[in-house]
């Protein structure tokens, strides 16, 4: 992973003391609080519906086991003893006091971490694919080329007022776990091969993607991009939108928003007009900058193993066999495993960890792991590099932990915002919706039967939890003054992505568990063999699923 250098350490620590200066002002009554808004929030501290919040970046969702022990403390020292894993591969804690948050900063920066640009409208945490570096169908590792953007973005006096904030994932895989056509900007590695040449890497950028109010797929805007080119063709993208983006208006300012209105084929000229005044400048990487990056990300010293039958183990045969089909993935070196650890169990808001988990997994990947925990884009967290032969030992201690639930992809293994409980933005509350849906699917042989499908929960029409590209998507809604939920249904944030259809008129919070019950209902009696829910839908359509429900 990327190792802070003496440059990067001083500008974390000369942050946290500006910020400590600005607190201090502001309770002594010397900044009112328009003037601290725009400051708390550029360091993730926002004021929620019962106490602050504070948002941690974890730069593509990469952490150190030394990192994630300090996250353990700090929930345990400055907060009610756990942390909230979100969809931007982040964490945050729900109750930190507004006058700790110095301290708290000040502790994160000694194990190179810190709540830079977690919101405000600047360039958010730069996303990524969990696997990345191990995966098995990774055409390259995008961690290097995330940390490039990272490094361009963060202070970049240029973009630090954007017109709404900025989200950029990267995915370097055949297969997409990063969203990338539901970002502002999406990159996609590719490989071109040229007769006679080596391979190299080109990028394929996509522009104009987001969820919320107005969800959009990102088109492509640029194919075939070169290497040493990415910085100053994302920086074109953002001139473009910081000139021409809606200021006038809070709803109309995203990106996709500017894209859709200009249309595509337009916005892309625009910027290929601006590029071209940044085409070779000073913003263009250089090889020996790109294998600097690259150098941070060594692969660890694997050991030379084979891929292994294990074996089955005794009385717990079934629970470790369900666990090691569902959450393990192959990796792509021989003898080695990447391992999934559900944050879903029943009555746990998902992506949430105590901090007595926190440090038990923080040992685990001391042990099994190299040293590293991933967070991925479903709030959930990995182990990447895990020898076959340790998988039953590593699955006995997670299930002491309750965090072995065999439901990675499944019905239960939902995506959900912290909602109404917590957010002063949401409509609606989650988290209750989501504990109601698990209780009602608690039997692992209907969940295994149904196979792959996800549902995404969103307390308010800002989509934190996605509900867009949910195979089923829940979204929380104000009517007259009640909670209600409005269901809809074929969204998929993969390389398939789509958005999915509304079902119809909303449901009572008490309705939701037989809704999802009845749509499940459809697909078992109408699907083909081989068909997951999502392709069930796209051949037969919505009509059937609207009619079993509002019958």
Same mark, same amino acid.
């Given at each position: 992973?990327?190792?802070?250098?003496?440059?990067?350490?001083?500008?974390?620590?000369?942050?946290?003391?500006?910020?400590?200066?600005?607190?201090?002002?502001?309770? *002594?009554?010397?900044?009112?609080?328009?003037?601290?808004?725009?400051?708390?929030?550029?360091?993730?501290?926002?004021?929620?519906? @019962?106490?602050? =919040?504070?948002?941690?970046?974890?730069?593509?969702?990469?952490?150190?086991?030394?990192?994630?022990?300090?996250?353990?403390?700090?929930?345990?020292?400055?907060?009610?003893?756990?942390?909230? +894993?979100?969809?931007?591969?982040?964490?945050?804690?729900?109750? &930190?006091?507004?006058?700790? %948050?110095?301290?708290?900063?000040?502790?994160?920066?000694?194990?190179?971490?810190?709540?830079?640009?977690?919101? /405000?409208?600047?360039?958010?945490?730069?996303?990524?694919?969990?696997?990345?570096?191990?995966?098995?169908?990774?055409?390259?590792?995008?961690?290097?080329?995330?940390?490039?953007?990272?490094?361009? #973005?963060?202070?970049?006096?240029? +973009?630090?007022?954007?017109?709404?904030? +900025?989200?950029?994932? %990267?995915?370097?895989?055949?297969?997409?776990?990063?969203?990338?056509?539901?970002?502002?900007? /999406?990159?996609?590695?590719?490989?071109?091969?040229?007769?006679?040449?080596?391979?190299?890497?080109?990028?394929?950028?996509?522009?104009? $993607? /987001?969820?919320?109010?107005?969800?959009?797929?990102?088109?492509?805007?640029?194919?075939?991009?070169?290497?040493?080119?990415?910085?100053?063709?994302?920086?074109?993208?953002?001139?473009?939108?910081?000139?021409?983006?809606?200021?006038?208006?809070?709803?109309?300012?995203?990106?996709?928003?500017?894209?859709?209105?200009?249309?595509?084929?337009?916005?892309?000229?625009?910027?290929?007009?601006?590029?071209?005044? @940044?085409?070779?400048?000073?913003?263009?990487?250089?090889?020996?900058?790109?294998?600097?990056?690259?150098?941070?990300?060594?692969?660890?010293?694997?050991?030379?193993?084979?891929?292994?039958?294990?074996?089955?183990?005794?009385?717990?045969?079934? $629970?470790?066999?369900?666990?090691?089909?569902?959450?393990?993935?192959?990796?792509?070196?021989?003898?080695?495993?990447?391992?999934?650890?559900?944050?879903?169990?029943?009555?746990?808001?998902?992506?949430?960890?105590?901090?007595?988990?926190?440090?038990?997994?923080?040992?685990?990947?001391?042990?099994?792991?190299?040293?590293?925990?991933?967070?991925?884009?479903?709030?959930?967290?990995?182990?990447?590099?895990?020898?076959?032969?340790?998988?039953?030992?590593?699955?006995?201690?997670?299930?002491?932990?309750?965090?072995?639930?065999?439901?990675?992809?499944?019905?239960?293994? =939902?995506?959900?915002? &912290?909602?109404?409980?917590?957010?002063?933005?949401?409509?609606?509350?989650?988290?209750?919706?989501?504990?109601?849906?698990?209780?009602?699917?608690?039997?692992?042989?209907?969940?295994?039967?149904?196979?792959?499908? #996800?549902?995404?929960? #969103?307390?308010?029409?800002?989509?934190?939890?996605?509900?867009?590209? /949910?195979?089923?998507?829940?979204?929380?809604?104000?009517?007259?003054?009640?909670?209600?939920?409005? %269901?809809?249904?074929?969204?998929?944030?993969?390389?398939?992505?789509?958005?999915?259809?509304?079902? $119809?008129?909303?449901? *009572?919070?008490?309705?939701?568990?037989?809704?999802?019950?009845?749509?499940?209902?459809?697909?078992? !009696?109408?699907?083909?063999?081989? !068909?997951?829910?999502?392709?069930?839908?796209?051949?037969?359509?919505?009509?059937?699923?609207?009619?079993?429900?509002?019958?």
């Amino acid at each position: 992973m990327y190792i802070y250098d003496a440059y990067d350490q001083k500008m974390v620590d000369e942050r946290v003391a500006q910020y400590r200066d600005q607190t201090n002002r502001y309770l *002594a009554g010397k900044l009112d609080e328009d003037e601290f808004k725009q400051l708390r929030l550029r360091n993730g501290l926002y004021i929620q519906r @019962l106490a602050p =919040m504070l948002r941690i970046a974890i730069p593509y969702g990469i952490l150190s086991s030394v990192q994630l022990r300090k996250l353990a403390h700090l929930a345990r020292y400055y907060d009610r003893g756990y942390g909230h +894993f979100t969809t931007r591969q982040n964490i945050q804690f729900n109750w &930190p006091k507004l006058e700790e %948050v110095p301290d708290i900063l000040e502790e994160l920066a000694s194990v190179q971490m810190h709540a830079i640009q977690t919101s /405000g409208n600047c360039i958010r945490n730069v996303t990524s694919d969990q696997y990345a570096g191990a995966a098995r169908d990774e055409i390259a590792d995008s961690r290097p080329w995330a940390e490039l953007i990272r490094q361009w #973005s963060t202070f970049h006096p240029e +973009f630090n007022w954007l017109p709404r904030k +900025f989200k950029i994932a %990267v995915t370097g895989a055949a297969q997409d776990r990063a969203a990338v056509q539901v970002h502002d900007i /999406g990159v996609r590695i590719v490989r071109q091969e040229s007769a006679g040449k080596d391979e190299k890497l080109i990028f394929d950028i996509l522009a104009g $993607g /987001g969820l919320g109010r107005t969800p959009v797929l990102g088109p492509v805007i640029k194919q075939g991009l070169e290497e040493q080119h990415l910085l100053t063709y994302l920086e074109a993208i953002l001139r473009v939108y910081n000139r021409y983006g809606r200021r006038d208006n809070l709803y109309k300012a995203r990106i996709k928003i500017l894209v859709r209105a200009m249309t595509p084929e337009v916005f892309a000229a625009e910027v290929a007009t601006e590029w071209a005044n @940044l085409k070779d400048g000073r913003g263009t990487l250089t090889k020996a900058e790109i294998e600097r990056v690259k150098g941070c990300f060594t692969l660890p010293a694997y050991e030379s193993l084979e891929d292994i039958v294990v074996l089955q183990r005794a009385k717990d045969d079934a $629970g470790f066999s369900a666990w090691r089909k569902q959450n393990i993935k192959p990796h792509r070196m021989p003898g080695y495993s990447i391992v999934n650890l559900a944050l879903k169990a029943t009555a746990v808001a998902p992506g949430d960890v105590t901090d007595e988990q926190m440090d038990l997994i923080a040992d685990l990947a001391d042990k099994y792991s190299c040293s590293e925990v991933r967070v991925t884009h479903e709030q959930n967290l990995t182990l990447a590099d895990v020898r076959q032969k340790d998988l039953h030992d590593l699955w006995q201690a997670l299930t002491a932990a309750d965090l072995a639930s065999p439901n990675l992809g499944l019905l239960t293994d =939902m995506i959900c915002c &912290p909602g109404g409980d917590y957010c002063s933005l949401a409509n609606a509350k989650s988290i209750p919706v989501a504990e109601a849906i698990q209780r009602q699917f608690d039997d692992l042989n209907l969940l295994h039967d149904l196979g792959e499908l #996800s549902i995404n929960i #969103s307390g308010c029409m800002n989509a934190c939890g996605h509900h867009h590209v /949910g195979n089923i998507g829940i979204l929380g809604v104000d009517k007259k003054g009640a909670e209600y939920y409005q %269901v809809s249904i074929g969204g998929s944030g993969r390389e398939d992505a789509a958005l999915a259809q509304i079902l $119809g008129p909303s449901f *009572a919070q008490n309705d939701i568990p037989r809704i999802i019950q009845t749509l499940v209902a459809v697909y078992l !009696e109408r699907r083909e063999a081989g !068909e997951r829910f999502i392709d069930t839908f796209r051949r037969i359509g919505i009509e059937p699923y609207k009619t079993a429900v509002y019958a």
